[in-house]
């Protein structure tokens, strides 16, 4: 196993990103968005609705997620963001 996947977050994980108010929860890693040929470490949902339209796919950085929902995961925003 690499040492990438080992930092990589888990299928599942609920995610409070930076610039946005509803969670989000991860349901993919390494995705290249279509329209910007970019790649992200993420892709996911808005939570808990989940996936509704290819419009309310989320594709972000691990570097965007202020906050980790799980109970595994603790991280939470710094009040300055």
């Not at 299928?11 to 279509?34: A, D, F, W």
């Amino acid at each position: 196993m690499s040492e990438e996947s080992l930092t990589l977050l888990p299928i599942g994980t609920v995610v409070k990103l930076i610039k946005s108010e509803k969670p989000i929860m991860i349901y993919g890693r390494n995705q290249r968005q279509k329209r910007t040929n970019v790649t992200y470490d993420y892709i996911g949902v808005p939570y808990p609705e989940g996936n509704l339209t290819e419009d309310f796919n989320v594709c972000f950085l691990l570097q965007s997620c202020c906050a980790y929902l799980n109970d595994k995961y603790e991280k939470i925003c710094d009040e300055a963001q």
